[in-house]
């Protein structure tokens, strides 16, 4: 395969000096329109993914919340009983918002940091990033994405529970509000480390086997949906179960309610260690597969979703 080489520059004053400075002018225009492009897109796919597949996400935070231990189908059957077929869009808004929002930051991250590294390996641009690269960009782009979007994911937590003491219902600025004034502005935190621990590797393994897969495809079945498709579907289904723990972890985390006077004894449900081993104390190790199942087909059927779509409009621009 013939590889292309970069024109040279021209240098010095003059005409060549003015055609030097426009075409690096021309170089940052194009290099933000790509980076709005990239969130546009993300911010699209990621939404409409998060609202179709919303249904997913309550029954899994109903089955990790520890307040029903019975099954999928018995936990689907349960929240239509107590709510109706609204209740399984619970907590919609600050979804769509986080996936939306997060999704499209995420592509930009991404794209901002694989520039970074061509620019550090200026003489392989063109050659595929190694495993490890590939695991470092995936993972700090969704763990910095992750961090700024930890508020709206508490909320969204909490929404999604369609049980006692949820917060705000059906309004993401009010429990924002809410949460802030009962808990403080750590309680819009609560969870942060392992919201990242599931987070940042689960993007890390999931860009990985996600590229590595999609090349492979791409090989056998030419470029498409269907490669794109099939690629994010099994990275995604590997990297959910791998950061399943962590995630059971966080939801535990951002459900509990609590000030600091409501602290009594030696394990603080507030912490991380403490309610990890309220959990494994009281539930077992068993507790780490609860809501494996919908979390999984959600993770996977939106992750899949969401990279599909992305491609598709990225090809046709």
């Not at 107590?82 to 930051?105: A, D, H, K």
């Not at 897969?213 to 791998?242: M, R």
């Amino acid at each position: 395969m013939t590889t292309c080489e970069p024109a040279p520059v021209a240098k010095g004053g003059g005409a060549e000096g003015s055609t030097s400075t426009s075409m690096a002018m021309a170089m940052a225009k194009a290099k933000d329109g790509k980076h709005s492009k990239r969130f546009l897109y993300g911010l699209i796919s990621g939404s409409i993914a998060s609202g179709v597949l919303q249904p997913l996400d309550v029954v899994r935070t109903r089955m990790q919340s520890g307040q029903m231990c019975t099954g999928t189908w018995n936990t689907v059957m349960e929240i239509g009983k107590e709510r109706g077929w609204r209740g399984f869009w619970s907590g919609t808004t600050p979804s769509i918002v986080r996936v939306g929002m997060g999704v499209g930051l995420y592509f930009v991250v991404l794209e901002h940091l694989q520039d970074l590294f061509a620019k550090q390996q200026p003489n392989t641009r063109n050659q595929q990033l190694t495993g490890t690269q590939t695991l470092l960009i995936g993972g700090a782009a969704r763990a910095s994405v992750a961090m700024l979007l930890c508020p709206v994911t508490v909320v969204k937590t909490r929404m999604e529970q369609t049980g006692p003491g949820v917060v705000g219902e059906g309004n993401m600025f009010r429990a924002l509000g809410s949460i802030a004034k009962m808990e403080g502005v750590s309680g819009l935190f609560r969870g942060l480390g392992p919201t990242v621990v599931a987070n940042a590797p689960f993007s890390a393994l999931y860009y990985l086997f996600y590229t590595r897969t999609k090349d492979y495809l791409e090989c056998k079945w030419g470029k498409g949906a269907a490669a794109n498709f099939v690629s994010g579907l099994s990275a995604a289904a590997v990297a959910t179960t791998i950061t399943q723990p962590a995630d059971i972890l966080r939801t535990r985390l951002q459900l509990y309610r609590s000030t600091p006077a409501d602290i009594t004894g030696i394990l603080d449900k507030r912490t991380p260690s403490g309610m990890l081993t309220i959990m494994l104390r009281e539930e077992g190790p068993g507790v780490f597969t609860r809501g494996l199942l919908p979390r999984v087909l959600k993770r996977s059927l939106q992750t899949a979703v969401v990279w599909t779509i992305y491609e598709a409009l990225s090809y046709t621009t």
